[in-house]
């Protein structure tokens, strides 16, 4: 079978991992621990190249591997219903689109309104103005668009048209003028009464004196006769209020206040309400009423050196676009001590009624259950985890940590909607209902029913802008419950786990830009703050900076016109050091970052491959064996089974086809990258140096043979160990221990082996065969040894005999001279 024979083939290898792995980690040799890692790699490559074979843990961890995955994909259409129903529900609620066409068109006419006004003078002239676009012609027209004077109350249901702002906006109740001073005492320069208007607010010094003041004093009970109210109280010289009213000496140049400025103004909030000076415009009067009460106030002086802040707020009713909506439009006046006044504009739509129809309840019901079953299934896993004393380390994960915050915020956006629905919209009704029922009979004596609407609203809105702050926010914290799905996915997982492991060097990083950084906001503040308001506080110098980082773009004429060269090396030295040189080192930690993330993890099926599983696996989910099923049954095989697919069909027969095919599949793709996976520089170097180890040890062996055999060939391959000093029979060479030249140590057995035969251990075959090659070696010597005596001889006996004869010889004869 394939098995069998897959297991024959790899039998060898597996025999040297388990015999390097045998040995303890403390007693493993570097070369151990390569050999199994080489063992390794060998073997799956090889398991790898055989389709419907593989090795049981591989099995088992692409099951594991394929359970968490079902886990994370299928837990992602439950956070993007979770998601959807939230999103559904806030944009139904809010209606965004709707609230922008309303609410752009009246902050474009209000910039307008205040674009060319420089001067507190002509802030006051954009308030008398009866021109196009003014505040008189805006908010207190009368008129339609062809000119009809607006009518009042139609039937008690039907308001009429009167107080329409941008013909479809209402004014509702009043207009309150609200302002805070640096001194609470009562103000005011002499005024000649021209009208009844005039007359009355002398009388009742309205918005000259605080809200207790006006509330515990009664108005003057006398003719007016164009005396002025303060004549008796007043105590300013005439030369001074002159000086004070004369507005060219004190120029209030008028900007639009950003928020990065908002810390250097003055704050309405350091004065109480009742200390505040305020009064009121009424719809319901005639336009020349209107006009003869902001004069009043103009010629009063109402706005002086003391002025901080003013605020001008105002209800605007539309029943046209969408739902019923109440919009609160509020501007305010900001006053530095430095001359100039910048103002804001803020809006706050509230909505009468709840639902935007049936859509937005279920939303809202669907979203209110999902929250509720999240809830309980934490609330669970934290039991759970109090039962098995984990509690503290449940809470101390991030996964965890980061989900009750999520549910803790979803509970807050809940409790925001119920007081919305059962708290703010109620009391807002119940204050608009008496001023509705009044109709346009509002004015002074009605005072009090308006204020209580103006309190009302202002606590819904209030409310309604800290709750929108909270549900945008919150929608932001539910993308990370993506990133949770996303994990369990292999090739989003190298995304996610490149954001997780690049916050070490980030951190990092930024220890080192952030002072860098610090010290050019600061420089730049120093240096450009006195005349650009980008750089003139501490936050917009940062503001100004960071867009100057993301876009390199800057306004360098501007810049340069005072100090070119301290402006020329400030924004050099910032672009060469900050946007080219710590940028581009964030992108290369993450591109470094992402590539050793996605070498070192497993790189797995792409998302389509991901969908098409999943489709597969529902398509055919009743034969479709459970992933944790198959795990058990292989967990009860023996370890060094090979699973292939005859075992596969032993097991479960009735497995489609299609899961087999994609199980295999899985795991050819894993034994690959578990075989290629030590291929990696350190780990080449790391083999290359055991290598090297190895064949230095083997080359000191055999240089150490070739010398001692080149001192003394004839010398026996073994050496006798010197005797033991209990050794009794030390005398008998069969029982004396001996050395090889190898470092192996035989064992000879004591009934010791013929001499006249080779037969015997395989140490002492190898010893009968060199002493017989030596034998030959001597032999072959003795052989050219006689050879070259022979020669000799031969060569003395051919050569000529010398002349003469010997002297000395006594019979005369001739001998031969033997050299």
Known sequence: SSRSAAGDRI??????????????????????????????MLTFDHLASNRGVTERQIARRVLRKSMARSTGCLSLPLTIAYFGFYITSVR?????????????????????????????????????????????????????????LQATNITEDIWGDRGLVLSYNQIQGAVEFKQWRSETSDYGKPYSCSSDVTCALCRSNEGF??????????????????????????????????????????????HL???????????????????????????????????????????????????????????????????????????TLRFSEAGSVYYERDLQCYFLQFFYGNLSMLADGMFFIMLVLNTA????????????????????????????????????????????????????LDALEPVHRRGWELGPERIAEVENLFDKGHIAAEGLASLRVVVAQYSVMLMFRFFVSFGSQPRLAI???????????????????????????????LIFGRRIEGFSTITSSFGTCFRIAMESEYDWEEMSAEFYWAAALWAWSFLSLVVLLFLNMVLAIILDIYNETRQSSFPGEAVWETMSYFLTKGYRFRAWVADKSF???????????????????????????????????????????????????????????????????????????????????VKPWTTPKKAAKDDKDHHSF??????????????????????????????????????????????????????????????????????????????????????
């Not at 060569?795 to 019979?811: F, K, N, Q, T």
Request: aromatic residues 10%; hydrophobic residues 40%.
């Open 209 to 254: 004196q605080t809200i207790h003041n006006t509330i515990n004093r009664a108005p003057i009970d006398r003719e007016c006769n164009g005396a002025r109210r303060l004549q008796e109280e007043e105590s300013e010289d005439a030369e001074s209020s002159e000086f004070l009213a004369n507005d060219e000496f004190h120029p209030r140049r008028l």
């Open 92 to 148: 139904l609620h809010e209606d965004i689109t709707n609230v922008y066409f309303l609410e752009s068109t009246v902050r474009n006419r209000l910039d307008a309104m205040f674009a060319d006004a420089h001067t507190t003078n002509a802030v006051w002239d954009a308030l008398l103005s009866t021109e196009s676009g003014k505040f008189m012609d805006v908010f207190f027209s009368h008129v339609d668009m062809y000119g009809q």
């Open 495 to 525: 995304v996610l786990n490149t954001m997780k492991n690049v916050l070490t060097d980030l951190f990092h990083f930024l220890i080192v830009f952030v002072p860098t950084a610090f010290a050019y906001v600061i420089a730049g503040s």
């Open 377 to 428: 299934y934490r609330l669970h896993g934290m039991w759970s985890a109090f039962l098995q004393s984990k509690l503290f380390r449940h809470l101390l994960n991030l996964h965890m940590a980061w989900e009750w915050l999520m549910i803790l915020t979803g509970w807050w956006t809940i409790y925001g909607y119920y007081n919305m629905m059962f708290n703010w919209e109620p009391a807002l």
């Open 257 to 331: 206040g950003r928020p990065e400025l908002r810390s250097s103004f003055p704050r309405a909030s350091d004065q109480k309400v009742n200390d505040t000076f305020h009064f009121w415009l009424y719809p319901a009067e005639a336009r020349e009423q209107i006009s003869d009460r902001l004069r009043y106030y103009h010629e009063r002086g109402w706005i002086d050196h003391q002025t901080e802040v003013i605020e001008i707020r105002m209800y605007l009713m539309n029943a046209e676009l969408g739902r019923n909506r109440l919009e609160q439009l509020t501007v």
């Open 734 to 819: 069969l029982k004396k221990g001996v050395v090889t030249k190898g470092g192996k140590q035989p064992a000879l057995q004591e009934k010791g082996v013929p001499a006249e035969t080779v037969e015997g251990p395989e140490w002492l075959k190898e010893t009968w065969e060199l002493l017989r090659q030596q034998r030959q070696w001597i032999e072959y010597t003795n052989w050219h040894l006689q050879q070259m005596q022979w020669q000799i001889q031969k060569a003395i006996e051919s050569r000529p005999l010398r002349s003469g004869v010997a002297a000395g010889a006594s019979d005369g004869s001739a001998r031969p001279v033997v050299l």
């Open 631 to 713: 795990d058990e049954k292989l967990e009860s095989l023996a370890p060094e089974n090979i699973v292939d697919d005859k075992l596969i069909e032993d097991i479960f027969p009735k497995m489609p086809g299609t899961q087999k095919e994609a199980f295999f599949k899985a795991c050819r793709a894993q034994m690959r990258w578990e075989a290629s996976r030590n291929l990696t520089k350190p780990h080449l170097l790391k083999m290359i140096g055991s290598v090297m180890e190895s064949l230095q040890s083997s080359h000191q062996a055999v240089q150490r043979i070739v010398t001692e055999e080149a001192k003394d060939p």
């Open 11 to 40: 039998g060898s290898a597996m025999a040297a991992i388990q015999k390097a792995a045998s040995t303890t980690p403390k007693d493993r040799k570097h070369a151990d621990v390569l050999r199994i890692k080489a063992g390794h």
